[in-house]
C-alpha cells in the first residue's frame, strides 16, 4: 500500500468542501450512534508505559470527543485535535467543562501544538485519513522524548451477520468514496508509520445496542453514505429498516466490534 491511494480517498470529498466540511453535516448522527471505546483500552495503555498517571494526550480527529472522554475520565490532560467545526462544536459542548480538556482547529500534519508537548498521541478511527509522512512528522515534532502513538480502530466484525447486512446498503449507496475508503484501509500502510520500530497490537471485544433510529444514524454517520434528507438517503433509510426488523431483539440490535490499538513510537 502506497500513499497515493490515502490521496485517492481525499480527493473523494474535495469538492464537498474536504473531508472536515463532510463530518460536519454527519454530527447529530456520528454523535447519536458510534460507539466509544472499552475501559481496557486506556487500562491498557497505562499497563503498556504508553499512558502514565496524569499524561498529556493530543486526540487527533477527535470527533464528538468519544474517546477523548474515557481519556479525561482517567485523570489525563487532553487536546483534542479536530478539523471539523461542527465535530469539535459538539466535542467542546460535551467535555468543556473539564478543566484538563481543550480543543483545537488541527489535523494530524499540522496539529498546532507545540514541540514535545504530549506523552501519548492518539488517532481512534482516524488514522485512514492521514497523509502518512507528514502526519509521521508532526507526531514526533509534538511527543516528549519517550512518547508514543495509539493507533485506535473500532473494527466491525467481517462475519458477523448484521454486519453482512449493513453492508449490503453500504455497497448500494455508498459509491465511488466507500470504494476509495475500501481500497486505504486495510492496513498495510501502518508499518510504514511505524518505519523500524517495532510497535504492539492489543484487542478486545466491544458492542453496543441501538433501537431503529441509532441503527439509521450508525449507518448514515459514515463518510460515503448520502444526507438523510436526500433522495438517496431516504431510500437508504427504508433498506435499513428491512436490516433492523430482521435482526432486531426487544427493539434494539446488538453492533458487535472487536476493538484494535496498535501502540510504539515511530521512527524518522
Not at 469538492?15 to 491498557?44: I, M, N, Q
Not at 459542548?93 to 484538563?100: D, E, S, V
Not at 498521541?121 to 516528549?144: K, M, S, Y
Not at 471485544?205 to 459514515?222: I, N, T, V
Request: proline residues 5%; negative net charge.
Amino acid at each position: 500500500m502506497n500513499e497515493n491511494t490515502g490521496a485517492a480517498l481525499r480527493a473523494q470529498y474535495a469538492a464537498d468542501g474536504g473531508v472536515a466540511a463532510t463530518f460536519s453535516s454527519k454530527v447529530a448522527d456520528y454523535a447519536a450512534s458510534r460507539p466509544d471505546y472499552p475501559l481496557a483500552l486506556s487500562e491498557s495503555l497505562g499497563e503498556m508505559g504508553a499512558l502514565p498517571p496524569s499524561a498529556s494526550v493530543a486526540d487527533i480527529g477527535a470527533g464528538t470527543g468519544l474517546l477523548t472522554a474515557q481519556l479525561l475520565a482517567r485523570g489525563h490532560t487532553v487536546t483534542a485535535v479536530e478539523p471539523s467545526d461542527g465535530m469539535r462544536a459538539a466535542c467542546d459542548a460535551r467535555l468543556a467543562a473539564q478543566p484538563r480538556y481543550r480543543s483545537v482547529a488541527g489535523t494530524a500534519e499540522a496539529t498546532t501544538l507545540a514541540d514535545a508537548s504530549v506523552d501519548l498521541v492518539t488517532a481512534a478511527q482516524a488514522f485512514h485519513w492521514f497523509a502518512l509522512d507528514a502526519a509521521r512528522r508532526e507526531f514526533l515534532r509534538i511527543l516528549r522524548p519517550a512518547g508514543q502513538v495509539a493507533l485506535i480502530w473500532n473494527d466491525r466484525l467481517e462475519g458477523d451477520p448484521l454486519h453482512q447486512a449493513m453492508d449490503e446498503v453500504f455497497a448500494r449507496f455508498g459509491g465511488a468514496k466507500r470504494g476509495a475508503l475500501l481500497a486505504h484501509e486495510d492496513r498495510t500502510d501502518v508499518p510504514r508509520f511505524f518505519g523500524a520500530a517495532a510497535p504492539r497490537q492489543s484487542e478486545w471485544p466491544h458492542a453496543h445496542r441501538l433501537d431503529r433510529a441509532g441503527l439509521h444514524a450508525l449507518a448514515l454517520s459514515r463518510s460515503y453514505m448520502p444526507a438523510r434528507d436526500s433522495e438517496a438517503g431516504r431510500e437508504a433509510l427504508h433498506a435499513l429498516d428491512a436490516v433492523f426488523e430482521r435482526f432486531a431483539e426487544a427493539g434494539a440490535v446488538t453492533v458487535r466490534y472487536r476493538t484494535v490499538a496498535i501502540v510504539g513510537r515511530p521512527t524518522v
